[in-house]
């Protein structure tokens, strides 16, 4: 393991409080944030450094959990524990809030926009996932809530290319959502990890997914299309992290993983390009043990320069790696 | 166990009707003893308590239990209120009942009623192979073979509530322009959307929901009001059971506006679900095949020939389709036979327009299942809502479907069972509100005698905001 997670930058994103998200636009110009002090963050480059561009400060009520951009980079979805979702429409620097989804019952977890653009997803504390979708108008209007896991629902994802959707909860699995006639369903439920998952990436293709746990293991699952759709976890990765894994990204540029730990490290694992593809094998390329002072929440890779990731801690902090890859 | 409420009330979280709360209020009778006494009190290994006495007597303590009655009535409980519902309004309590009735002298006897749904009986006939009707007097016979005395279905007392939806949708119609929430007119049928409003959107939804009682409720006044006095009993002295095709239904009989305060008795004393009669039969061994048919109770039952009839609009009532054909013949003097339903996001959402000259002049809409009833709130708060009219349910294609329904058998879909349902509902022949003439003679004889502030509590209902309360201890983690 010679390759390297070097500190481009660090700095302060929500003051004495924790950061609980960084998102990289499509674009990769500008990085939104939130956090535990109800602010949403917007950062730019200003020449080597990051600037806060603007605060959107009175969306919420309480802690924003997560903050998502739409995939035309106009728009930003924010979700907080005050169950409701923003809507913020990007206008010159600034930004203005749309509208406001309710219907939750209780805090909200995650927002995430689907491929398309028109369709997006929030799930939350009340076991529930809903899918909106948005009109020409810009009026957003709910598609369905799914009731599929039996505890608190932590994180919602898209699939890359296909309408499919993902999540994973305290009930220790994971959910597949598919359309069937006029109504969503689940068509597969990933059971392995012995405690909470808390996120999922898909891999570049679609084919694969990786699932980050409370059991401190990362699993790899792949796809099988027969008769039925069926997930099957073809590798676990255990014994590298020390506590809790909290997020985990699937690079779509480079294809290395990178995750988030309760341990206050960052890891980034690559895939041996060797190894049979049922049995994929994947080894620790780069750890920095103490990426903050504190639990790190989120890792995000810029998805426009390769190995550029963006982390954020519970200290409030973001930071920007570079991940060199020494067999270049 | 998985939550039998319908999607709607499951997130809206029943505790917040029946809240528990730290410490049961409700006083238990005991037997005290007179004397200076101090008592030890030990836990056996088995849990079972035994007062241990100073003079070294042992004596075991009974357990406090209340009534499901005192339970509800009260402020709080401690037990979740999911289960005490369930576990109370099921067919043991009825078994129970027909058994002390058995064994009681004839004074302390109750007389008991059973009022079963279109939807269940459809449910029954679709397992045992038979017509709704067939299905209907063989469960008349086993119900009194158990010692029911009397067997209605709510068909009939639906006819009260499709009318009365009727005439309170013309005037809110009227003072439309005085009344900004007199429309849209949003139906009250379904106790898992009446909790949901009540609860989640509190007073800014109620005045919009129409006041009329539900099919159930109806009957629970005709039973315990009309004919209770007309048999010379007390409210107390008959024992009312509703036979429905979901669990919430269980909740609406347990509200507080339909018990009777000077009576001391509830006008539904217990609901039971299709799927709880089969167990019944199952408990009892009896093949509903196999039971020689009985003649139906004619009384309260929307029949003619011996054979029950239905009402037009699907199988939740027919409330949209009998307000929309009421109001375009009432007002604007159109004749309509058959209604085009025009289905919009999802097949739970259809509407239906009335044009004249080219310009619509009723707009009418049913919403089935969550998303749906989200969706219409959400428009409706935003002031976007086009309709004048909404029925709504809170099960996915509505009440044919309930919760409470019989499970399909291993050989068959989901959406097999439900279409087969649909068609031996829809089998029965369709009656008109307006033409029942026992309905209209009752309105006479019963109703007018009463005075207009009787018959309103009679056939109408009001509805109360829910406060969320944040008390931690209540919080389910």
């Not at chain 1, 808390?198 to 008769?227: E, N, Y």
Request: charged letters at 25%; a negative charge.
């Amino acid at each position: 393991m010679k390759d390297a997670l070097v500190l481009v930058e660090r700095f302060t994103a929500h003051p004495d409080s924790r950061c609980w998200h960084v998102a990289w636009n499509p674009t990769a110009t500008l990085m939104a944030s939130c956090g535990g002090d109800r602010a949403i963050r917007i950062w730019g480059k200003e020449g080597d450094s990051w600037k806060c561009l603007s605060v959107l400060q009175d969306g919420h009520q309480r802690t924003v959990r997560r903050v998502a951009w739409s995939p035309c980079g106009t728009y930003l979805a924010s979700a907080s524990f005050d169950a409701t979702t923003c809507i913020w429409k990007k206008k010159n620097d600034d930004f203005e809030c749309l509208t406001t989804l309710e219907g939750h019952e209780n805090e909200v977890k995650c927002v995430t926009w689907a491929p398309s653009g028109n369709l997006l997803a929030t799930c939350s504390r009340d076991k529930s996932v809903w899918v909106w979708e948005v009109d020409e108008e810009d009026e957003y209007e709910c598609v369905t809530v799914i009731n599929s896991h039996t505890q608190d629902v932590k994180l919602v994802v898209w699939h890359p290319t296909l309408e499919l959707l993902a999540s994973a909860s305290y009930d220790n699995n994971i959910c597949v959502y598919k359309e069937e006639d006029d109504d969503w369903e689940c068509k597969a439920t990933l059971e392995g990890h012995t405690s909470t998952v808390w996120s999922l990436t898909f891999d570049p293709s679609g084919q694969r997914m990786a699932s980050c746990s409370d059991d401190r293991t990362v699993k790899i699952w792949k796809r099988f299309d027969g008769a039925y759709m069926t997930w099957k976890c073809v590798c676990t990765l255990s014994g590298f992290h020390e506590r809790s894994v909290y997020d985990i990204a699937w690079c779509r540029l480079t294809g290395a993983l990178v995750t988030a730990c309760g341990d206050d490290g960052v890891r980034v694992f690559k895939e041996d390009s060797t190894a049979d593809p049922e049995q994929p094998v994947f080894s620790l390329a780069a750890h920095v043990s103490k990426a903050h002072s504190q639990d790190v929440n989120c890792v995000a890779w810029n998805p426009k320069e390769a190995g550029v990731l963006a982390t954020c801690s519970d200290n409030g902090e973001i930071a920007i790696w570079k991940y060199q890859d020494d067999h270049e | 166990m998985a939550s039998h409420f319908s999607g709607v009330l499951k997130l809206t979280d029943l505790d917040d009707f029946i809240t528990p709360s730290q410490e049961c209020v409700k006083p238990v009778k005991l037997e005290k003893k007179q004397g200076e006494s101090v008592a030890k009190i030990q836990i056996e290994d088995d849990g079972s308590y035994f007062q241990i006495n100073q003079d070294g007597g042992k004596q075991k303590l009974e357990k406090a239990k209340i009534t499901l009655n005192d339970c509800l009535a009260c402020s709080g409980c401690i037990t979740s209120a999911e289960s005490v519902l369930i576990a109370q309004q099921s067919q043991e309590e009825i078994f129970k009942v027909l058994r002390n009735n058995k064994l009681a002298s004839a004074t302390d006897q109750v007389v008991v009623v059973v009022s079963v749904s279109p939807q269940s009986r459809a449910s029954l006939a679709a397992r045992f192979g038979m017509s709704s009707s067939e299905t209907g007097r063989r469960l008349t016979s086993f119900l009194k073979g158990l010692g029911v005395h009397h067997v209605f279905d709510t068909g009939f007392s639906r006819t009260f509530s499709l009318l009365e939806s009727q005439q309170e949708f013309l005037e809110r119609f009227q003072r439309k322009e005085q009344d900004k929430s007199a429309l849209p007119m949003l139906t009250s049928a379904c106790p898992g959307w009446i909790c949901y409003a009540e609860k989640t959107h509190g007073e800014f939804i109620l005045p919009y929901i129409s006041t009329t009682r539900s099919p159930q409720q109806m009957m629970g006044s005709l039973v315990k009001d009309y004919f209770a006095e007309a048999q010379g009993l007390s409210p107390r002295q008959i024992f009312h059971v509703a036979v429905m095709p979901c669990y919430d239904k269980k909740l609406e009989a347990s509200r507080p506006d339909f018990y009777l305060e000077e009576a001391e008795s509830r006008e539904v004393d217990l609901v039971i679900t299709s799927g709880e009669v089969l167990s019944m039969l199952e408990q009892e061994k009896v093949i509903l095949n196999e039971v020689k048919a009985a003649p139906l109770d004619e009384l309260f039952s929307n029949v003619n020939g011996g054979e029950l009839l239905s009402h037009a609009g699907g199988g939740s009532g027919g409330y949209l389709h009998h307000v929309f054909t009421h109001t375009a013949k009432q007002l604007f003097g159109e004749e309509v036979k058959e209604l085009t339903y025009k289905t919009l996001k999802n097949k739970d959402f259809q509407e239906v327009t009335l044009e004249k000259d080219g310009v619509v002049v009723l707009r009418f809409a049913s919403t089935y299942g969550f998303r749906n009833i989200q969706n219409l709130v959400q428009k409706l708060k935003r002031g976007k809502s086009p309709y004048h009219f909404v029925e709504v349910m809170a099960c996915p294609s509505g009440c044919l479907n309930g919760g409470g329904q019989l499970k399909p058998l291993p050989d068959q879909t989901s959406k097999d069972l439900l279409q087969q349902v649909e068609r031996l509902y829809k089998a029965e022949t369709a009656s008109l509100p307006e033409d029942d003439t026992r309905v209209s003679d009752l309105y006479h004889s019963w109703l007018h005698n009463v005075g207009a502030e009787r018959a309103r509590q009679l056939l109408r209902t009001q509805y109360h905001g829910v406060e969320k309360i944040s008390n931690g201890l209540i919080i389910k983690w």
